[in-house]
């Protein structure tokens, strides 16, 4: 939920800064594209580190989340193919 919450409020402040840019200033779409990504960068990681960490944190704890454990049938049977395997060769 803290990786989700922190690229809502990183879109929001992207936004906040492009969107006048554009309409109000008729800036070119890249320029002010440029310029927000920037502005938005800087300030999340000034001011929502403590969100980006939590953020962080929970991304790393989904990728090193263990899959299913094998089971003892199925540590058998990988014993068994290693066996035929061996004794083929």
């Keep these: 939920m803290q990786f989700f ?3 809502v409020i990183r879109l929001a402040l992207f936004f906040v800064v492009f ?3 554009v309409f109000l200033l008729q800036w070119p779409l890249y320029t002010a594209g440029l310029i ?3 502005i938005a960068f ?3 990681y000034l001011f ?3 969100m980006r960490l939590a953020a962080n ?3 790393q704890k989904m990728f090193n989340a263990k899959g299913p454990k094998k089971t003892k049938h ?3 049977d990988e014993e068994a193919e290693d066996r035929f395997l061996d004794n083929g060769q």
């Design 74 to 76: 199925d540590l058998e």
């Design 36 to 38: 927000a990504l920037v």
């Design 57 to 59: 944190a929970e991304v």
């Design 19 to 21: 969107l006048p840019l």
């Design 48 to 50: 929502l580190n403590k």
């Design 42 to 44: 800087a300030l999340s």
């Design 5 to 7: 919450k922190y690229t």
